[in-house]
């Protein structure tokens, strides 16, 4: 099953069975990613503002700060700041200053967010099962079971963010990985 190899035309051997399944998983990763985006982009936003919006749909109507929004993304994004700028900028969100610590924004998803995402939603959850019906339920479980435990070493799956468009710093040897732990917007 040398799938892979052919696919990307690679004619050395891969160094082994972990470069072989890593790169697998880096190329099923990015085919999935460019169907999700392809999908949101049919409503005018990406696919990591469609995240973003999801988060925010679920902690409403209090809202998040950023470093909450960026501990709960499904991928790292390296200025969530910026990133809201932009949805702030569509009408999709809204933010206000914490009332005691001004330091802190709270950024809550906007009438018009929810209504993107009322839209949104029977494309969006079709869109599983377009991606990967072909799969047993045995086999989504086994996958689901495996990809858990192949981000086990990148800190039990902590998302590295910044709020202020820093680099986030490493964390025990998965680049842009750090622990959860309280910061300010």
């Known amino acids: 099953m040398a799938a ?4 990307i035309a690679q004619e ?18 990015d085919c999935l990613q460019r169907e999700f985006q392809r999908v949101s982009r049919e409503w005018g936003v990406t696919s990591t503002q469609y995240n973003v919006l999801r988060i925010l749909r679920g902690s409403h ?10 501990d709960r993304m499904i991928t790292a994004e390296p200025d969530i700041t910026r990133l809201l700028a932009r949805l702030k900028a569509l ?24 209504e993107l995402l009322r839209q949104m939603d029977p ?11 072909h799969l047993s339920e045995r086999d989504l479980a086994d996958l689901t079971r495996l990809l858990e435990l192949a981000r086990k070493p990148c800190a039990d799956g902590q998302n590295g963010v910044s709020c202020d468009g820093n680099p986030a710093a490493e964390f025990e040897g998965c680049e842009g990985t750090r622990p959860a732990g309280p910061t300010s917007s």
């Open 4 to 7: 892979l190899k052919h696919e």
């Open 12 to 29: 050395r051997p891969f160094s082994g069975p972990a470069e072989e399944a890593l790169l697998n998983l880096m190329r099923t990763a």
């Open 61 to 70: 109507p209090r809202g998040l700060t950023c470093s909450a929004i960026g």
């Open 91 to 114: 009408k999709l969100i809204r933010q206000q200053r914490d009332r005691q610590d001004r330091r802190v924004v709270w950024t809550q998803i906007s009438e018009a967010g929810l």
């Open 123 to 133: 494309t969006v959850r079709r869109t599983p099962q377009k991606l990967l019906g």
